[in-house]
């Protein structure tokens, strides 16, 4: 069973930034495309940014793109979500999921995922 933790999450202003991490038990962690998605209160979960298995595709929602980054580092076993000029609509809990063998379009889309963290609080408030 791949277990999933995220952490980095916390209390930022408009404008600032912030990097969550999702650090996997997985040894063979390349072979997941890993992603975050997030909750906001009332809506739906929603794919924000994923990257695909071996780290050649990636994909970000249209609301993120030019503010989040997402990249992996698979020694470390770790997926970042570097994430730029944070908005008040970006609060959410935000989770990481990941899916074997998944592309990033096809991880961050409806497909099931494999496996899912719990989940760390984003709030964006002044």
């Known amino acids: 069973q791949v277990q999933l933790v995220e952490s980095g999450g916390g209390l930022v202003q408009p404008g600032g930034a912030l990097r969550l991490s999702c650090a996997a038990s997985e040894f063979l962690v390349n072979l997941y495309g890993i992603g975050w998605f997030r909750q906001a209160p009332g809506k739906e979960r929603e794919g924000v940014s994923c990257i695909g298995t071996g780290g050649h595709s990636t994909w970000h929602a249209g609301s993120v793109k030019g503010r989040f980054t997402i990249t992996r580092d698979n020694v470390k076993r770790t997926v970042y979500l570097e994430m730029n000029n944070l908005e008040p609509e970006d609060t959410a809990i935000y989770y990481c999921?990941?899916?074997?063998?998944?592309?990033?379009?096809?991880?961050?889309?409806?497909?099931?995922?494999?496996?899912w963290g719990q989940g760390t609080q984003v709030t964006v408030s002044s």
């Open positions: 999921a990941a899916k074997k063998w998944a592309s990033a379009q096809k991880l961050c889309g409806p497909s099931a995922k494999d496996h």
